[in-house]
């Protein structure tokens, strides 16, 4: 039996797997249920994200990937081992794996992935940066000698790099993405309605009404939470624009990092970047109004990539068919 060659996108939030020449496969939340006492494993997964919120305390929900990177191994292990063996099938069959990782990542860093890779089942383990991953999955030509311009903005960091000849010329990334704009209004729904809510409340509030821009701030909410007065649950209208309002200072720090990137960038890569404009990929790259705003903050043409979400897993399985065109990391089993 020949052994499957997959991709993995193993995100903060959700961990997507290709397989090569199928495309996306699978697409998971990145979370594993844990018994409290024991550490025992109870789900991981979709089973895992609906336990969020619904168990006793001796049930915890653990998210072993933050900010692009392994803070959990053991968990981040069994995460990647689920997502392996829905794949490949038998056990005994190890499939030849690329994963992303962050571009400013450690030795340590990666390793540690490697390493759980080793672990949940792979045989041979390249990795690849992640930027690097979301623009062959946007279809930008980063094999050429020519500037491309990629942000991907997903739920626990932003990354952006200069891409060419296969690899990161500069990047730049900071922790500020999806979930700390689910932070920042959970913390303003506190501060200013005397309303508590969950994360995947406030979470809804962004994908709905929250805007990059003050004047694509439209439309009001309705939510239920816990009111900190009373302690009962009650019901409070939001405006979208204090959603912005919310979320406005952690959008002017990735503001901050695509301008001092380009700041940072060689001037022969910035007549190809002039011309084809930033690319933009993640999740959080949906945000109503985000591409209207870079584009005024950097007078460039910004294009939102056409699966913004499975990018980063697509130029993974892209790899998979011809592994000369990026630099690459080899760890074997």
Do not use: F
């Amino acid at each position: 039996m020949l052994a499957q060659e997959i991709g993995i996108d193993l995100g903060s939030a959700n961990t997507v797997v290709v397989v090569k020449r199928r495309g996306v496969v699978a697409s998971e939340p990145s979370v594993v249920a844990v018994n409290r006492q024991s550490q025992a494993i109870i789900a991981v997964g979709k089973a895992a994200s609906k336990m969020i919120g619904r168990t006793p305390d001796t049930i915890i929900s653990v998210r072993p990937i933050q900010g692009g990177v392994i803070s959990d191994l053991n968990h981040s292990t069994a995460l990647l081992k689920h997502m392996i063996r829905q794949i490949a099938g038998s056990r005994w069959v190890r499939p030849h794996v690329v994963l992303a990782i962050q571009s400013n990542a450690s030795e340590v860093d990666k390793r540690a992935l490697a390493e759980a890779a080793v672990q949940a089942g792979a045989g041979t383990v390249h990795l690849m940066e992640e930027t690097v991953a979301a623009a062959l999955g946007a279809g930008l030509p980063v094999e050429q000698a020519v500037g491309s311009l990629l942000v991907d903005i997903g739920s626990g960091s932003t990354n952006a790099a200069v891409i060419s000849l296969g690899g990161v010329v500069v990047s730049a990334s900071c922790n500020v993405a999806g979930d700390q704009m689910d932070e920042a209004i959970a913390r303003y729904l506190k501060r200013e309605h005397n309303l508590l809510v969950g994360a995947p409340t406030a979470e809804r509030l962004k994908v709905e009404y929250g805007a990059a821009l003050l004047e694509a701030a439209t439309g009001t909410a309705t939510l239920t939470g816990r009111l900190l007065t009373t302690g009962i649950p009650a019901s409070v209208h939001v405006e979208a624009r204090e959603i912005y309002h919310a979320i406005s200072d952690l959008l002017a720090q990735i503001d901050h990092v695509v301008i001092g990137l380009l700041e940072r960038t060689p001037p022969e890569l910035l007549g190809d970047i002039s011309r084809n404009g930033l690319t933009l990929t993640g999740g959080s790259a949906l945000l109503r109004g985000l591409v209207e705003r870079l584009a005024d903050r950097t007078r460039l043409p910004v294009h939102l990539a056409d699966s913004p979400q499975e990018a980063v897993a697509i130029g993974t399985g892209r790899v998979l068919e011809n592994r000369h065109r990026v630099n690459l990391y080899r760890v074997k089993a």
